[in-house]
């Protein structure tokens, strides 16, 4: 689609340059066929006029309609299609690094994300830090990860391999070491890695994420074997009011869903 | 026909002045839609507007535009004592509403719904704030009008400025018909 | 009651970093040196009767774009600081700069460049140039002018005050969007500099815009319908419309953020209801419009350069005022844009992507008339049409990147990365910087009465041209490999050093391009003589402004002009028989003597010291709010309405050039 778009405007900027650069040489001062054609009142031509007002039109007009299009297909929170069940990590993009939590394996990870190739991974994300922005570029679109806000995005790996990951968005003075790994694995691999994880000694307690929620810079990967049950709502529902049921989630939990 | 051509483009000018001072305000209004709702656990606006005390306000400013209006008139003719006369007036009607909001500022904040309450709270404050600062500067504007024309009586230039000043009261008088309408009607209803 | 008096300020605040110090030693000593200058060639009462004070648009303008230069200078050398941090700045090396640095030196970049170079620049030839071509003395309202000039001044201080007292600037982007900006991420008074720097220098650009636009509608001399102006009056007015409709945003969403790190209000808090969004939201509806502000005037100067350079009237004038009008109208209907990627859905991005599309319509509407314009005729390459060339060449590609990134799904991957980088700099350089440095070096004889060494005017542009070409082509294709911007640092893996090596010699070009322009102006003020332009009229121009003397007398016009079309001064020039040689003028044969032109008493605006008083009244209010001193915030306050006060009881800001004078001083010109 990128392609089309540079080709169609190609088609009208091409000309537009090759007219320029044929008129300056041709009707520069020194030469005597200039003076031959001097015009100097020709300043109107309106069935001219409406060529170039209709042909760059019209080439936005194609480029509009695959605007549309493609926009739609490409929306961040539209599912992935696919046979394979999705998997569902929500990230939470801290003061500089990022935290990855398992809810359906009961895991957690900082700066390192696997998930099963050919298989759609529903990422939902928020912040404890200012807007970030999530990015694998090399599986497709990036999103933005905000406090108080969940944001979403679906991605599929078409095949296994390993990416790099990063924050594009400026977010403080650890924002360039704010990078990460993804790796896609076969079913099995990602189950067996899920298993080895399960087996570490660290524990992301609510204590243990206040201390990981403190600005640090270049963070090395971590390994949780488990993360407090609460921990997502608890991050998601952080600035909002205090809530009035015993309950500490809000009941309705829709307004902060982007 | 030189002092015409000033004054027109002076009034031209003072127009588009108006229309950005309009702008600025449809942003404070835009915040105060959104965050409208965002009172964090504190006082919402049914909880704090009384209907009557934005209904006195909203008279005494309405009157205060007629003040200024009949003001208006009086230069026109040519009558120095009658226009200073309604430009006291209107001074007294708007220091009146001023204070009546400063009253139902220092109610809310003594009752802890200052404008670090809530996002809805900052944006109260904000909006109906800087209207009553637009008021004062008005305040301050009479003062100097009528010391002008006193001192100079109805000149073309003290007439030009008066004619400029009523826009700004009018001016003032609609955006806070929008206030009591956004603000303090649909906070309460 | 140190505290009282002094606020948050301690000793600590004053320079201890190798940056601040040296950047306020060199401040001193500019300072130093340009006052003994003054005191040397015993110009201070020059200085303060000829300059500050005066309210006349030949002089704003001047002033305007020498501090700009200054600011344009400033700007460049952070760009240069950028690349070689990022040059070197790979793997084992961190570069010279620490991540705060670097982030505090590309935010005021950024700031400086809009808001100080290339505003100012804008403003200065607007000044000069437009109420010439409209046949109209001064503008609207003379001391809004001063005073306008004046804020924008205490801003351009205000800016660069951190150096000496505070020792940070704001680090999160040239807009400091929260909540990165706010009190919990950024606690130091970087952000508050800011702030009061764009909201003074905001408030005299406000305050320039309405007078334009006042200007342009209210005094435009008799037979100039609005369809008769020139084309860069056309760009002028549309931009200026652009100002007043957009500024009060910017104004209003920065005094926002303020009441929050101030007052510990919340609109864009994390916390307390606050919506970091909206301020996202505000702020480029304001900042669309702002970039458009930037360019359109720039669309003007080129299209006076390319009809005068051809000797052609402009093709398709219609054509062009419906695309400025078009471009000016569209700019508020694109501002989500620059966030695509933040979740707004499809519909909207998608709208929104369309909507930006069409904004190349008119753009491409414009590069076509003025090709057309060069259609049969002479085309002579002076060092204006050289960058004409430059631009149109540039700004295609750039445009093109440019709705590359308005389709949302090709945005997901270039979004904030270099990609867009190169994108915008293509537009502001090639698109603004390029018209503005053209129109300096076009109207700079009737400002100054000699013209630029051409020679040097175009090695410049080749340097300018090369150079950008070498530092951003690698920065397109950085971005398709995934770089980000803003980047301190970055593995030796990613492959990027020796694209961002490449970047780093570009700029040394554009340097030495940069380098070029201030030789060329010192070698032609000492040639002067050289290139003296006698008839006021150098180029064999088109519009009203040529047919004034150069340098412009203080008095602009000695006779109002009368304008029966479009290009009117061209229509004056006697009849043209046979072909002249290219370039000469013909306004030497003027219709009418000296001698038997009917003069008439003018009206002239007096100089007024007032626009500085309250612009520094201003200043120290913007000072005490950074530091928190209560008592010189009231101050400030209270001695700008003072001032304001004051300047109303003036009766006397006008005084009476009799026609007996003009005759006099239009007479004793030496004729050639």
């Keep these: ?176 070491g704010m990078t990460f790994v993804a790796k896609s694995a076969s079913q099995e691999d990602f189950d067996a890695w899920t298993a080895s994880v399960k087996q570490s000694q660290n524990v992301l307690t609510m204590d243990a994420y206040n201390a990981l929620m403190a600005p640090s810079q270049n963070n090395p990967q971590a390994f949780y074997s488990s993360f407090d049950k609460n921990l997502y709502g608890t991050i998601l529902t952080r600035y909002m009011p205090p809530a009035t049921s015993s309950d500490s989630m809000p009941a309705n939990m829709e307004g902060m869903k982007m | 026909m030189k002092e015409e051509i000033a004054d027109d483009k002076s009034i031209f000018g003072f127009w588009v002045y108006l229309m950005t001072d309009l702008i600025l305000f449809s942003v404070l209004f835009g915040a105060y839609a959104v965050l409208r709702g965002n009172t964090f656990g504190g006082p919402a606006p049914r909880d704090l507007f009384s209907l009557s005390s934005a209904l006195t306000s909203t008279l005494v400013l309405l009157t205060s535009s007629f003040t200024c209006g009949l003001a208006a008139i009086a230069a026109q003719r040519g009558k120095r004592n009658g226009t200073i006369a309604w430009l006291t007036a209107t001074f007294a009607l708007g220091a009146t509403f001023l204070t009546l909001e400063l009253a139902e500022f220092s109610r809310f904040v003594a009752t802890g719904a200052s404008w670090q309450r809530s996002a809805f709270l900052s944006s109260f404050f904000t909006l109906v704030g800087t209207h009553g600062l637009h008021i004062a500067v008005g305040l301050l504007w009479i003062v100097v009008a009528v010391i002008q024309v006193r001192l100079r009586g109805l000149t073309p230039a003290t007439t030009s400025k008066l004619t400029r000043f009523t826009l700004f009261w009018h001016f003032l008088d609609i955006v806070w018909i929008f206030i009591f309408t956004t603000v303090y009607l649909l906070g309460i209803i | 009651m140190a505290h009282f008096l002094f606020g948050n300020l301690t000793w600590g605040s004053l320079p201890h970093l190798w940056y601040t110090e040296g950047a306020t030693a060199s401040i001193a000593l500019m300072g130093i040196a340009a006052a003994a200058a003054l ?23 001047v002033m305007y774009i020498v501090l700009a230069s200054l600011m344009f200078f400033r700007g460049g050398l952070d760009a240069i600081m950028i690349w070689i941090q990022q040059a070197m700045s790979s793997g084992a090396s961190h570069g010279y700069l620490d991540a705060s640095h670097l982030q505090q030196i590309f935010t005021a970049h950024g700031d400086i460049m809009v808001f100080f170079a290339t505003m100012g620049f804008l403003f200065g030839l607007i000044n000069l140039i437009v109420p010439l071509q409209i046949g109209a003395r001064d503008l609207a309202f003379p001391f809004l002018n001063s005073l306008g000039f004046w804020l924008y001044a205490a801003g351009a201080v205000f800016i660069n005050l951190f150096f000496v007292v505070g020792g940070e600037f704001a680090s999160a982007g040239w807009l400091s969007l929260p909540p990165l900006a ?246 502001i350089v090639s698109g603004g910087l390029f018209g503005i440095f053209a129109g300096i070096v076009y109207w700079f004889p009737k400002v100054t009465g000699f013209k630029l060494n051409e020679r040097l005017g175009i090695r410049a542009f080749w340097l300018w041209l090369a150079g950008f070409f070498l530092s951003f082509t690698p920065l397109y294709i950085l971005g398709f490999m995934g770089a980000t911007r803003r980047l301190d640092h970055y593995a030796v893996t990613a492959g990027y050093q020796p694209y961002f090596i490449a970047a780093a010699i570009g700029i040394c070009l554009i340097a030495l391009g940069a380098i070029t322009q201030l030789w060329q102006v010192v070698v032609s003020t000492k040639e002067r003589k050289q290139n003296q332009d006698t008839t006021g009229d150098p180029w064999d121009g088109r519009t009203l402004e040529w047919s004034t003397h150069s340098p412009v007398p203080f008095y602009s016009f000695a006779v109002t002009p009368e304008v029966h079309s479009r290009d009117a001064f061209w229509e004056t020039k006697i009849g043209r028989k046979e072909l002249p040689p290219p370039g000469i003028s013909l306004s030497r044969r003027e219709a009418i003597p000296p001698s038997t032109k009917k003069y008439e008493d003018i009206e002239m605006s007096a100089n007024t010291a007032m626009g500085i008083y309250l612009s520094a009244f201003v200043f120290l209010f913007g000072f005490a709010a950074v530091w928190h001193i209560i008592w010189l915030m009231l101050a400030g306050v209270i001695g700008a309405i003072a001032c304001v006060i004051v300047r109303s009881f003036d009766e006397h800001t006008e005084y009476t050039l009799t026609a007996a004078e003009v005759e006099k001083i239009e007479m004793a010109r030496k004729l050639p």
């Design chain 1, 1 to 176: 689609m990128i392609v089309t778009a540079v080709l169609l405007m190609l088609a009208v900027a091409i000309p537009l340059l090759a007219m320029l650069y044929t008129f300056a040489w041709k009707y520069r001062a020194g030469n005597p066929k200039a003076d031959k054609t001097y015009d100097p009142e020709r300043t109107r031509g309106v069935f001219r006029e409406l060529i170039w007002w209709a042909i760059p039109a019209a080439v936005v007009a194609v480029i509009a309609v695959m605007n549309w299009q493609s926009t739609h297909a490409l929306d961040p929170y539209k599912a992935i299609v696919s046979d394979n069940k999705p998997v569902t990590i929500q990230v939470v993009a801290l003061e500089w690094k990022w935290l990855f939590i398992y809810p359906a394996q009961g895991i957690a990870t900082v700066n390192f994300v696997e998930f099963p190739e050919a298989t759609p991974v529903h990422f939902e994300l928020t912040a404890d830090a200012p807007m970030s922005s999530f990015w694998i570029p090399e599986l497709g679109s990036q999103i933005y990860a905000m406090s108080t806000m969940q944001t979403q995005i679906d991605l599929m790996a078409s095949s296994t391999g390993e990416y790099v990951g990063k924050d594009t968005e400026i977010n403080g003075a650890g924002y360039a």
């Design chain 3, 182 to 427: 706010e009190l919990q991420y950024s606690p130091g008074t970087g952000v508050d500099y800011w702030i009061w720097s764009l909201q003074i220098s905001g408030l005299g650009t406000l305050l320039g815009g309405l007078n334009f636009v006042v200007t342009i509608l209210k005094m435009r001399v008799k037979g100039m319908t609005l369809m008769k102006m020139p084309l860069f009056t056309w760009t002028s007015l549309c931009s200026m419309v652009l100002v007043i409709a957009s500024f009060p945003v910017l104004t209003a969403t920065t005094l926002l953020l303020w009441l929050d790190r101030f007052f510990g209000m919340h609109f864009f808090t994390s916390g307390f209801g606050g919506n970091p969004m909206m301020y996202v939201n505000l702020i480029w509806m304001w900042g669309h419009p702002e970039v458009y502000i930037l360019v359109i005037p720039s669309f003007g100067i080129f299209s006076e350069i390319v009809a005068t350079f051809s000797g052609k009237r402009i093709y398709g004038y219609v054509s062009m005022v419906c695309a400025a009008i078009s471009i000016t109208l569209l700019s508020f209907l694109v501002w989500l844009h620059h966030f695509f990627t933040m979740g707004s859905g499809a519909d909207v991005n998608a709208f929104f992507g369309i909507m930006t599309g069409i904004i190349a319509i008119p753009t491409g509407v414009q590069m076509f008339n003025w090709v057309m314009t060069m259609f049969r005729g002479r085309i002579r390459f002076t060092t204006p049409m050289h960058y004409f060339l430059g631009f149109v060449s540039l700004f295609t590609f750039g445009g093109m990147a440019g709705v590359l990134l308005s389709i949302p799904g090709a945005d997901f991957e270039l979004h904030n990365s270099l990609f867009l980088v190169a994108h915008f700099h293509t537009m």
């Design chain 3, 39 to 61: 005191t040397y060639y015993k110009r201070w009462t020059w200085l303060w009767k000829e300059w500050l004070t005066s309210t006349d648009p030949k002089k704003i303008g």
